[in-house]
């Protein structure tokens, strides 16, 4: 019987384990954690729902949300991906559901279900899970390979490294000479004090455009006012994108903000038409955009330098000009960032040079692979960093089912 040991009590390497033994019951796998617990950020994903993944069912558009391993993902997606995983689940008895945004959650709302898929399913499979047991190193054996713990050293013929972003598992591979690309953060909300700001955490518009000034980065989307500064899709994707940009500028960089991701000559020649139509209000008091909120509206006007009691009527040219500058380049000074401690997210890792995506494994070791966030992978939400754990897993399920 051929040994597989699954390092990582996580989402990837739980679904690895699960599907391998399914295709090719004769393997004896474990899967060892570090932890006292398995299963940790699938716990706490989605506030504890657990977003699967996303509902983005073609493979080119679905590995555009990968800042890192969009050209590496294309082949595994097209081998599974967001409808295999809604098969998956289905068939153990979790519906998927999707929400209005394109995030998919269990249908029963809790990701306890989840867990106690795959748990249960481990148990089924005589799949053996050892807690507090953390690797310190690997060492190849002739064709085998010495997974070595604090408490003994264990002999296996396939190791799987789904470990997430781990500063020890990255040890060990560099120590196996994979090159690793530093890691940084990613998925963060700008930190950003100014006074347009305070007293608005809550407030968000639908689709603004968010840029950093000095780069090419730029995304549209919801983005949210919070306490810190600001955040919601728009930024986020953006942080991902930008995440080693920023981090060579120090998290010190300019935030350009288009409230409503209109050009500026359209802005201002819909607020003169808007000047005559509402000329007997104040500005400060009726928006012409609704989906600018009220809050935000009398902040960008007083921001303009717009008295409070002017009507549109007495609107001058210079600071109807302000205005619309304000609507579509708003400019802030960000100074660091706010990351979602939980659901950590890093860029960096495993080299993508060094990983075959027909199977994930090592190029340069046979039998080693790599699966989840070890590598340099990363995506724009917890819903598409699921997906690559699932695909990721099911690739090396695939490979071990041929391989042993």
Not at 10 to 28: M, R, T, V
Not at 35 to 51: D, F, H, T, Y
Not at 53 to 74: I, N, Q
């Amino acid at each position: 019987m051929k040994k597989v040991i699954v390092v990582g009590g996580g989402a990837a390497g739980f679904f690895a384990a699960i599907n391998a033994k399914e295709k090719n019951p004769d393997l004896d796998i474990s899967i060892l954690e570090k932890g006292s617990e398995v299963l940790q950020k699938v716990k706490i994903s989605g506030g504890g729902r657990c977003n699967v993944t996303h509902a983005c069912f073609d493979p080119a558009e679905l590995t555009s949300f990968y800042p890192r391993g969009e050209k590496e993902l294309r082949g595994p997606f097209h081998t599974f991906m967001t409808g295999d995983t809604f098969e998956w689940f289905d068939a153990n008895g979790i519906p998927l559901k999707i929400e209005e945004d394109g995030r998919v959650f269990p249908e029963s709302n809790s990701s306890q279900t989840i867990i106690d898929c795959f748990l249960q399913k481990t148990k089924e499979l005589n799949i053996e899970i050892r807690k507090n047991c953390g690797v310190i190193g690997l060492e190849k054996k002739k064709a085998q390979w010495m997974v070595k713990t604090k408490k003994e050293n264990l002999v296996c013929d396939a190791v799987v490294f789904a470990t997430g972003s781990s500063k020890q598992a990255w040890k060990i591979l560099g120590q196996l000479e994979h090159s690793l690309v530093p890691p940084v953060p990613s998925l963060f909300t700008f930190n950003i004090k100014d006074d347009l700001l305070t007293d608005l955490p809550g407030v968000s518009v639908p689709n603004a455009t968010v840029s950093l000034l000095k780069t090419k980065l730029e995304n549209s989307g919801p983005l949210l006012i919070t306490h810190w500064g600001l955040s919601g899709p728009a930024v986020l994707k953006l942080s991902a994108f930008g995440a080693r940009v920023l981090h060579g500028m120090n998290y010190q960089y300019q935030v350009q903000v288009n409230w409503i991701s209109k050009p500026f000559t359209d802005v201002e020649e819909e607020l003169w038409e808007f000047k005559s139509d509402a000329s007997n209000k104040k500005v400060v008091a009726k928006s012409m955009y609704p989906e600018i909120p009220r809050r935000l509206w009398e902040k960008l006007v007083i921001s303009a330098g717009i008295d409070s009691n002017k009507n549109w009527a007495d609107l001058r040219k210079k600071e109807l000009e302000t205005l619309a500058n304000r609507l579509t380049a708003c400019v802030f000074h960000a100074q660091g960032k706010s990351t979602f401690k939980e659901e950590f997210v890093t860029a960096g890792g495993v080299s993508l040079k060094e990983i075959n995506f027909k199977t994930f494994e090592s190029k340069l070791h046979s039998n080693l692979f790599l699966i989840g966030e070890v590598i340099d992978i990363d995506a724009v939400t917890g819903g598409f960093n699921f997906q690559n754990a699932w695909t990721g897993g099911w690739m090396v399920s695939e490979a071990l089912k041929g391989r042993f």
